[in-house]
């Protein structure tokens, strides 16, 4: 019993990573895809902190008379990696954007679509200019 | 976990954010609950504020709705299965929550939490570790919010004439919201001071204090009106002031190499070591500080700067 309490915030942090992963590679639209990548980061940062917590254990904080504390290193590199995290999200956003003014849409399957349609327009006229040529 | 299931079901993208936001909201609760005040201060800040904000302001510039997606979900399952199998697996050998005989509590972590305190003289061992022992890391953190806000800066840019329409605002004439804010702002700025100055004995920091002072101007601008925070911070500036933060972080390291130390070694800012270490903490959280502060707040900007073109 002890071992499926102590295992319970790794089915968490599994599952959330599952959710976020089925988000990115399933859904066409590519905002959602960014917060499914969102999901997936969040279950990252859940398992390195479970890792550091300790049972008895303080917040790494020194107080007067507490000798536990949870493992500080977990809670630097999540912390750091939070805001990195808001920082490349932005960026993903701003990639969105630009997307979004270029073609028009957001969905990935317009996109492809587009893009399938201007490369054969691009043929087409490649091969009419080559024809013109002889 | 709910939360998520119906983050991904829904096709309201609006409601998506929304969701996503009160997700932040409950891990940053999470975390507390494990022991990590820190982080769950970042994710608080972070999480549910300035990332609701920014795709809120990007959903602004595409589209409310996702159309249904037609292929089938067959596959994606299957893959998404198969990896979750595979992960459930491999968690069955990690150790408990809580264990204080796992690995990482037997390695680096006894010396940070008994030395730190003694050799960096500051109470709170996560930004000692942060800012002292990690501080190779935390620099190049700090230069990829950097880059990722240039890159921002390029591919969106901040109109250099902004049409400041003070008055008009996406949420109209609000007199109620507008007075709670005028309260508000001021508090948010002096507890964003606070948390910077604070950091060494208590949770806090300068990831925290930049967020939490660049959401005082995001609330400042939401409010009053498009583009009058230009008034008060111009864009021009805020690209000085985030190479100012990287420039007072690698400073301090060509400093400590001047005085023939280690590069980031604060023990040479000082005659005594501790009081060396605590003076390049400072300045080191002070850099970090104006870097995410003027990174997320020009970032807001690129995003709120641009009128829907298509």
């Known amino acids: 019993m002890s071992a499926v309490l102590g295992l319970y915030n790794y089915l968490i942090v599994v599952f959330l990573m599952m959710a976020g992963f089925y988000v990115v590679i399933s859904q066409g639209n590519l905002v959602k895809k960014l917060v499914g990548l969102g999901l997936f980061q969040t279950s990252v940062f859940i398992l390195y902190i479970t890792m550091g917590n300790l049972s008895g254990g303080q917040a790494p904080i020194v107080a007067e008379g507490m000798t536990a504390y949870s493992s500080p290193l977990p809670h630097v590199l999540i912390l750091t990696a939070i805001v990195v995290g808001v920082a490349t999200t932005a960026l993903g956003l701003a990639l969105v954007v630009r997307i979004q003014e270029a073609y028009g849409s957001v969905e990935e399957d317009d996109i492809h679509a587009k893009d399938l349609a201007d490369d054969e327009a691009h043929n087409e006229q490649a091969a009419g200019t080559e024809e013109a040529g002889r | ?310």
């Open chain 2, 1 to 310: 976990m709910l939360i998520a299931i119906a983050a991904i079901r829904l096709t309201d993208l609006f409601a998506v954010v929304m969701l996503f936001g009160v997700y932040s909201l409950l891990t940053a609760a999470l975390f507390m609950n494990l022991d990590a005040v820190d982080v769950a201060f970042t994710e608080a800040a972070v999480g549910a504020g300035v990332t609701t904000v920014l795709l809120l302001s990007g959903l602004r510039l595409t589209k409310r709705w996702e159309s249904r997606p037609q292929r089938s979900p067959i596959l994606p399952l299957l893959v998404v299965g198969i990896t979750g199998a595979a992960l459930l697996y491999a968690i069955m050998d990690a150790p408990l929550m809580g264990d204080p005989s796992a690995p990482v509590h037997q390695h680096v972590s006894p010396r940070y939490i008994e030395q730190g305190p003694i050799e960096v003289g500051m109470p709170n061992m996560v930004t000692a570790v942060l800012a002292s022992y990690r501080g190779y890391d935390t620099f190049g953190e700090t230069v990829v919010i950097f880059t990722a806000g240039l890159a921002v800066m390029l591919l969106l840019g901040i109109p250099n004439n902004p049409r400041p329409r003070p008055g008009v605002s996406a949420i109209g004439d609000q007199i109620v919201v507008k007075a709670v804010a005028r309260a508000l702002i001021p508090l948010i700025l002096l507890y964003a001071l606070y948390v910077q100055f604070h950091g060494d004995f208590g949770a806090g920091g300068g990831f925290q204090a930049g967020v939490i002072f660049a959401t005082g101007f995001v609330l400042y601008d939401l409010v009053f009106g498009d583009g009058s925070t230009h008034a008060v911070v111009p864009p021009a500036w805020l690209h000085r002031l985030a190479a100012l933060g990287v420039l007072i972080y690698g400073g301090v390291g060509v400093v400590s190499l001047l005085f023939d130390k280690a590069f980031l070694d604060y023990t040479a800012l000082a005659s005594d070591p501790v009081g060396g270490q605590h003076l390049g903490v400072l300045l080191v959280e002070l850099g970090v500080g104006i870097t995410v502060f003027s990174v997320v707040l020009s970032i807001f900007y690129a995003f709120s700067g641009r009128s829907r073109e298509s």
